[in-house]
């Protein structure tokens, strides 16, 4: 059963720096893709950033230049380095590592950011 663990969130203040770990187990197979979600305050699960296999990487605009999304595919992880944090940032942090249609989540590790 694969399952996904996120760590490192946690509260900063605007224009700090967060590094988000997520490692999955029970992996047989590399993912198509990896990413990260969020979800602020009464709104909807948004996508931040992902990255294929093969390394090509994807990011929202609100996030591009700031943040910075990498993997290491011998530990099964994907990495968002975030950078220059705003308050709007806020939220909660999801890894999601999809093969094919199949997607599977993590627990989500929260992000606060003070202005």
């Known amino acids: 059963q694969v399952q996904l663990v996120e760590s490192g969130g946690g509260l900063v203040q605007a224009g700090g720096s967060l590094r988000l770990s997520c490692v999955a187990s029970?992996?047989?197979?590399?993912?198509?893709?990896m990413g990260w979600y969020r979800q602020a305050p009464g709104k909807q699960r948004e996508l931040v950033a992902d990255i294929t296999s093969g390394g090509h990487t994807n990011y929202v605009d609100p996030v591009k230049g700031r943040f910075t999304i990498s993997a290491d595919n011998a530990k099964n992880a994907v990495y968002l380095q975030m950078n220059s944090l705003k308050p709007e940032d806020t939220g909660i942090y999801y890894c999601?590592?999809?093969?094919?249609?199949?997607?599977?989540w993590g627990q989500g590790t929260q992000v606060t950011v003070s202005s």
């Open positions: 999601v590592n999809t093969w094919g249609t199949v997607d599977y």
């Open positions: 029970g992996i047989i197979f590399r993912p198509n893709v």
